[in-house]
């Protein structure tokens, strides 16, 4: 099923970023010489569970707070000695010796503590009001300066972008072809599901989608002979890559779930979550620089209660075995279901450590950087409505791969989960860590269309553990 929602990138939304995105350009370097030589990731798989994910619930386990207000799930041992989850990460825990489990990231500042801002914050590495203006995603900028090894699809992509605050991304003072491309899909694992924008019209088949390339080279030409401008001389790389999106058959390959082995499928689980990680991984192999997978369960047979924005937002009833919307619920956080229902954790913990055991059996994590981010986490006390509220003093973010050393912690908050008491690491910390993974020069800016210069990595340093 298409996803309807307003934001959805239609192939004529797509074709105008690539033909007519470069018109913004000007003034702007687009250069991709800004790499170094020191980067192990060729590309970034970054799994974004939107809402705030409870951190004490999940990879940081809290058996000492205080009782009233301690999670009811126990802690279990890992694969790794010493590293503990909750057992809502019990499949998660076998795969630990691959993870850099960094429970000490924090905001510094505040005005980025609600959703729209809080996903502003995660997705650029830039917090919102830092810059008079926007900054682009952490995607954008990376598909701005190294480009991508795959021809056929654009650079930064995220599946399928239609959580509650999807809106939130941003591409800035970079043009329009260094927009995310959005697949949509209400349900990714719906044997109907494809990506009409990526898919050639019949019309456009054969000879007449062939005319209109001789005709285009021709124009090439023209304009090559009576204008230097590196605008003009830069719009045949971004035609190409339209043609090689409408053209080439390894584009639906890269999205056609039904050529994975059912044993494949299983293994990521069953339902939209497990099939948004497969898609990830699937784009990854397929050589597409940056891909955000981002998912919300939609509301169906098996969620009656789902107001379609099952994300982490647990403001009611955090411990709920089905629906949130219990008695004295707010309404806050209206739609959920319990944490540890099958939509919630059971289907995250599935699909994030298949995930990770595929990319390492296919060879793929030793040149990808897998990051597990939320805009913030929870309250380390419960509120009247039974839920934890948002929190940017103390949350987990998670690494793996591209030469990232697993089965470690890095840094530590209080008994209750409250406040960070070693090695505090922000968003700008997190943006930096993927830059210098990528192997990208944080100390070389961007320029704007005015020729103002924008350093995009400067305001934090890599998580030396993760390196």
């Known amino acids: 099923m298409v996803d309807p929602l307003p934001f959805h990138l239609n192939r004529r939304a797509f074709l105008g970023s690539a033909f007519f995105g470069l018109s913004t350009l000007a003034g702007v370097s687009s250069s991709f010489a800004a790499t170094g030589s020191t980067g192990k990731a060729k590309r970034v798989l970054v799994i974004y569970e939107q809402g705030g994910l409870s951190h004490m619930d999940t990879w940081d386990p809290k058996p000492e707070a205080p009782s009233d207000h301690r999670s009811p799930y126990k802690p279990i041992d890992t694969n790794v000695p010493g590293i503990r989850f909750t057992e809502l990460l019990a499949k998660t825990a076998k795969v630990a010796d691959k993870l850099a489990i960094v429970r000490s990231m924090c905001h510094t500042r505040g005005g980025a503590d609600a959703h729209p801002n809080g996903t502003q914050y995660s997705l650029s590495g830039s917090h919102p009001a830092a810059n008079p203006f926007d900054m682009p995603d952490i995607g954008s900028i990376v598909a701005h300066v190294q480009g991508s090894s795959c021809k056929f699809l654009p650079p930064y992509i995220m599946v399928p972008g239609n959580h509650e605050q999807a809106a939130e ?3 800035g003072f970079l043009p329009a072809g260094r927009k995310v491309f959005k697949t949509g899909g209400y349900d990714v694992s719906d044997p109907k ?8 019209r019949s019309e456009n088949i054969g000879d007449r989608l062939g005319n209109r390339h001789d005709l285009r080279n021709l124009l090439d030409q023209q304009t090559a002979k009576t204008s230097a ?8 790389g971004f035609y190409d890559q339209a043609v090689n999106m409408l053209t080439s058959p390894q584009v ?3 999205f056609d779930l039904r050529q994975e082995p059912q044993a494949i499928r299983d293994a990521y689980g069953a339902g939209h979550r497990g099939a948004c990680y497969l898609v990830g991984r699937k784009l990854i192999e397929a050589g597409v620089k940056f891909v955000t997978v981002d ?17 982490w937002d647990h403001h009611d009833h955090i411990y709920a075995k089905q629906t949130c919307e219990l008695p004295g619920a707010t309404g806050a956080g209206a739609g959920r279901y319990g944490i540890a229902h099958w939509v919630m954790m059971g289907s995250t913990d599935q699909a994030f450590a298949a995930l990770i ?3 390492h059996q296919r060879g793929l994590l ?15 006390k419960i509120n009247a409505a039974k839920g934890r509220d948002h929190w940017t003093h103390g949350y987990t973010t998670v690494f793996a791969g591209a030469g990232t050393k697993g089965g470690q912690v890095v840094g530590k908050t209080d008994k209750e989960g409250g406040y960070v008491v070693d090695q505090p690491h922000t968003p700008e910390d997190y943006a930096s860590t993927i830059y210098e993974k990528l192997g990208i020069d944080r100390t070389k800016p961007i320029y704007m269309p005015s020729n103002r210069p924008v350093f995009f990595g400067h305001a ?3 998580i030396a553990e993760v390196m």
């Open 169 to 171: 991304t941003r591409h």
């Open 193 to 200: 599901w494809k990506i009409d924008a990526l898919l050639p």
């Open 229 to 236: 401008s590196s605008d003009a001389q830069g719009l045949p």
């Open 252 to 254: 639906s390959k890269a």
């Open 295 to 311: 998912c919300r369960w939609p509301k169906g047979k098996d969620t009656p209660n789902g107001a379609g924005n099952l994300n």
């Open 357 to 359: 055991a595929d990319l």
């Open 366 to 380: 030793e040149e990808t950087l897998v990051c597990f981010v939320s805009e913030f986490g929870r309250t380390p």
């Open 460 to 462: 934090g340093e890599p």
